[in-house]
């Protein structure tokens, strides 16, 4: 029941905090196995599972930079990229959560207006904030009820 929805799909897939690592370090130009692993201190053998995962997943590709011997990057697709949010929303919950006396250990600047980012999830149609309070679920076109 648990990957039945798109909420468990989703963690399935990266939920595992070495994932959601990999991606966030991805979305700010990371791409080579040994700068991961460099900024992550993450062990190789896990390091190269989460890639291969993520890039089966459709996530990440694998991209030759070199021959003789050959090299690879890894390079966010578009269904990556669209993660950013969800990353940005986890960092965002946990700066104001977790952040020392001192504050977050990094900013967002916003290129288009040049402040630092306050980010919130909007409605696409009304521009509204999304909050718990102001969506109702009902059932998708896949919904079936358990019998």
């Not at 900024?39 to 997943?57: F, G, Q």
């Not at 890894?74 to 990353?87: M, W």
Request: glycine fraction near 8%; proline fraction near 6%.
């Amino acid at each position: 029941r648990f990957e039945s929805d798109s909420v468990g799909r989703a963690l399935a897939l990266v939920g595992e905090r070495w994932s959601l690592l990999i991606l966030r370090e991805a979305f700010f130009g990371v791409r080579r196995y040994a700068e991961f692993a460099r900024n992550l201190s993450i062990p190789r053998p896990t390091l190269s599972a989460r890639l291969k995962t993520l890039v089966d997943a459709g996530l990440l590709d694998r991209v030759r930079y070199a021959t003789d011997p050959d090299r690879h990057e890894y390079r966010l697709t578009q269904a990556g990229r669209e993660l950013f949010a969800a990353i940005v929303v986890l960092m965002r919950w946990g700066d104001k959560y977790l952040a020392g006396p001192d504050g977050p250990p990094l900013l967002l600047r916003h290129i288009d207006c040049g402040e630092i980012a306050e980010s919130y999830v909007a409605c696409r149609h009304c521009g509204g904030e999304i909050s718990m309070d102001k969506v109702t679920p009902e059932p998708g076109p896949a919904f079936r009820e358990d019998s």
